[in-house]
């Protein structure tokens, strides 16, 4: 009886397991702002970088949101790029299935900053931001690579403070994160004018979070992280969940890795039009996380240490 209740168990455990993603073939390439109509080759994670910088921008349906955003992140890389520092950078946007245009304008949007590298990658169909994050980082030729929300929450000048420290944790490039955190604004406005039950949602999700193993970073859901190259070459390609809360799973996989990880308070602001809805999708980040949980203590999902 056990035995088949075991059974029984594994079987949902693979059911509700989410198949491998596999890109379309359009979805190997990407347009640009200067070529909109040719559709050039997307490079690999794991080719030599050939910029500082990949800004992975995962977009469903933005088209209001985009413009502000943009701008405020190619100005910073603009001037990244001609100060001191001499940082190159692209910029590319996954268009996660929109039916709005949202690529289309992000091609438009990339025309205004004639001197920048914008790409954009057009999913068939709508994955979840997860998976649009991870189609970006494995296609990005950055020795570090960003995801960063199209909503322009996060202030990206705090970019630079995501930079020093992955300097100091990974001096020689190693495989590392830098995780931007908004814990410190926890009793502040920004975060008290939320909803009762989205605070208290977001309470629950930590304690499952220390269950899951990741309890020691107390913001994994900002959508404003660091990765050096080789820690996107060692987690992205093991990554199996594209919805909401594949954050976690990053975090996890990372964590299983022995690789450093640092979190750097950031500016955050509330902005309108989220498509998260806080009920439904809050159970299935529990279902989730359930799945991920578990298919790591039996051993289905598994990442593979790189070779020494």
């Known amino acids: 009886m056990r035995s088949s209740h075991l059974a029984q168990a594994y079987t949902l455990l693979v059911l509700l397991s989410p198949s491998a993603i596999v890109p379309a073939p359009s979805e190997k390439t990407y347009r640009t702002s200067r070529s909109p109509s040719k559709r050039l080759p997307l490079p690999s994670i794991h080719d030599p970088a050939s910029v500082d910088l990949t800004v992975v921008i995962p977009a469903y349906n933005e088209t209001e949101r985009l413009p502000s955003m943009f701008s405020s992140t190619l100005a910073h890389l603009e001037a990244m790029r001609t100060a001191e520092a001499s940082r190159t950078y692209e910029v590319l946007v996954v268009d996660d299935g929109s039916s709005d245009g949202t690529a289309e304008l992000a091609l438009k949007l990339g025309l205004e900053y004639p001197e920048s590298e914008v790409r954009v990658v057009a999913l068939e169909k709508n994955v979840g931001k997860g998976g649009a994050v991870r189609h970006g980082m494995l296609h990005g030729r950055g020795r570090r690579l960003l995801m960063v929300d199209a909503d322009g929450a996060s202030r990206f000048e705090d970019l630079e ?148």
């Open 161 to 308: 403070l995501l930079w020093k420290a992955m300097d100091e944790i990974a001096p020689k490039e190693e495989a590392a994160v830098v995780v931007g955190s908004r814990a410190h604004l926890v009793k502040t406005e920004a975060v008290v004018k939320r909803s009762l039950l989205r605070n208290i949602l977001m309470y629950g999700l930590h304690t499952i979070l220390r269950i899951v193993g990741v309890g020691h970073i107390r913001d994994t859901q900002c959508g404003f992280k660091l990765f050096t190259r080789r820690g996107a070459q060692q987690i992205f390609p093991y990554q199996h969940l594209a919805t909401w809360i594949f954050d976690v799973e990053l975090l996890l996989l990372a964590k299983q890795l022995a690789m450093p990880v640092a979190e750097v308070p950031i500016e955050w602001h509330e902005v309108s039009g989220s498509k998260l809805h806080v009920v439904a999708d809050s159970l299935q980040m529990l279902r989730d996380l359930l799945v991920l949980r578990a298919n790591h203590l039996l051993g289905r999902w598994k990442v593979h240490p790189p070779r020494k």
